[in-house]
């Protein structure tokens, strides 16, 4: 058996694995990023909750809420943009954003211009709506989470779903077309 010698000056204690220095800043917004989200989701349960004791729902209101809820999420990723500011410099953040393929920059735009009736019809259940960012944001961010602590995993992460975010403008469509029969039946 042929064994290779290793010299006893070379990494004492071993390589010991993948493991990294730890990163103050980096574990300190996570840990801001966390009480943010929790604090965040308290407050929209109180919003829930008094929506639903003040003005209540009722049959397909139900129906309404849960496709107000899907059509909010893709401004989940708003909350993802905005964390970048602490992650890049200005300059980078501007390249990297003015980079991304004109289909994704179309679909968040034509997004926008769908979602904004959508809300302007639900103005009393708009909590519903931060519900739905909320919960997309949620399960982002704990899905990567092992790997998210990184700021540079966690700003790569982001720009690949943006690119990868084929037609947020269709997570709009089911609440439109309840919105239309709604508006259909009430004539």
Not at 22 to 40: F, G, K, T, Y
Not at 58 to 83: T, Y
Not at 91 to 105: A, C, D, F, N, Y
């Amino acid at each position: 058996m042929n064994r290779m010698s290793r010299p006893t000056e070379s990494a004492p204690g071993g390589m010991g694995g993948a493991t990294r220095m730890h990163d103050p800043s980096e574990a300190l917004h996570d840990r801001v990023r966390r009480r943010c989200m929790n604090i965040a989701f308290v407050v929209i349960v109180v919003l829930l909750l008094l929506q639903i004791n003040l003005i209540g729902l009722h049959g397909v209101d139900w129906l309404g809420v849960i496709l107000l809820a899907v059509a909010a999420a893709p401004l989940a990723m708003a909350v993802r943009i905005f964390e970048l500011r602490f992650k890049m410099a200005t300059g980078e953040r501007s390249r990297m954003l003015g980079e991304l393929p004109r289909r994704v920059k179309l679909g968040f735009l034509v997004y926008a211009l769908l979602v904004i009736p959508v809300f302007a019809l639900n103005t009393l259940r708009f909590p519903w709506a931060l519900l739905g960012i909320w919960f997309y944001d949620f399960v982002t961010y704990y899905h990567d989470r092992p790997e998210r602590i990184r700021h540079l995993y966690a700003v790569a992460k982001t720009f690949d779903d943006l690119r990868a975010f084929h037609a947020p403008w269709a997570w709009t469509l089911p609440a439109l077309i309840l919105e239309a029969i709604r508006m259909a039946m009430s004539r």
